[in-house]
């Protein structure tokens, strides 16, 4: 990967990791649905300036079914799904989930579109997911409810949803320009989470911390996220792409610890240097070193 890419790829996971600091901070009063509905409607609203240009409208036109679809998987679905999962998981650990994503989409790649893993890729997905095991293993002393079972359920469905959208829109809008692609995609939610956003408006109006949170989760986490999302998916290709999910972790953590006091163990904090070696062989930043074969012996 180039500089660039690797910048866009931090800055995703930055972005990426602090809605999850966002969604606990409104979820508990604006209600999953509300909130899911709010992020989508106003990442819409953000990127209708992108709209002026003619050409991104005809392209839209033009491929509007699969953006669609690309809308619901990669933002609808698991926008209300890590919404619920929000009202009783701690931000870090409602991130440790999406670090499985990259494993799906690697392994999704390989049944669906025929990707080839190579031995550094295919160590960098194992050696993530030791990690992600590892961060698992260091969330066990939070000590939830029974409600926390199925909020680690909707977590895995939304990464599900993740590795879906991202194959299927490498395969069907290759060659549309990622700006079209967010911006449709994000209209195409907003339009699907309206009604049941005012159907299920909370009873009482939410406070100004929570407000701030949606803002944050909607112009910063999800329309400018997703430009740069599709920006990469474009140069560098989905599976390395959705590396980006092995440092959500590590971001998401990070924040809940500085805004909200979610602790950090020492089993966390090394599940995160182990998932960060794994996006480094993923990516290809760290290559292992090739072992030169032995002379041969009339060479000798």
């Not at 933002?75 to 999406?98: E, K, N, Q, R």
């Amino acid at each position: 990967m180039k500089k660039s890419d690797l910048i866009a790829l931090l800055s995703l996971g930055a972005l990426w990791g602090a809605s999850f600091l966002f969604m606990r901070m409104g979820a508990d009063q604006f209600g999953g649905m509300a909130l899911a509905g709010l992020r989508a409607i106003g990442a819409a609203l953000c990127s209708l300036p992108l709209l002026a240009s003619r050409e991104r409208l005809a392209e839209m036109r033009r491929h509007w079914r699969p953006i669609a679809v690309v809308g619901m998987s990669n933002s609808a679905l698991p926008f209300v799904l890590f919404s619920y999962a929000a009202t009783s998981l701690p931000a870090g650990v409602s991130a440790i989930s999406d670090a499985i994503g990259p494993l799906l989409v690697a392994l999704s790649g390989w049944l669906w579109l025929g990707e080839k893993l190579d031995g550094a890729r295919t160590a960098g997905l194992m050696v993530g997911f030791a990690g992600v095991v590892w961060l698992i293993a260091g969330s066990i002393g939070f000590g939830h409810g029974g409600g926390s079972a199925w909020a680690m359920a909707a977590c895995v469905g939304a990464n599900v949803c993740y590795a879906f959208g991202a194959h299927y829109g490498q395969r069907r809008l290759r060659g549309v320009s990622p700006l079209a692609v967010a911006t449709g995609s994000q209209l195409a939610a907003a339009a699907a989470l309206l009604p049941l956003t005012v159907w299920l408006w909370p009873a009482k109006m939410p406070g100004a911390q929570a407000w701030f949170a949606m803002f944050g989760l909607a112009a910063a986490c999800t329309s400018l996220a997703y430009v740069l999302f599709y920006w990469l998916m474009a140069r560098v290709g989905s599976t390395r792409t959705l590396a980006v999910l092995y440092l959500i972790p590590v971001f998401g953590a990070l924040w809940g610890l500085m805004f909200l006091g979610e602790p950090i163990t020492l089993a966390m904090a090394g599940g995160c240097a182990v998932i960060l070696l794994g996006v480094a062989l993923t990516t290809g930043l760290i290559r292992p070193r090739t072992i030169p074969a032995a002379t041969a012996p009339e060479q000798a």
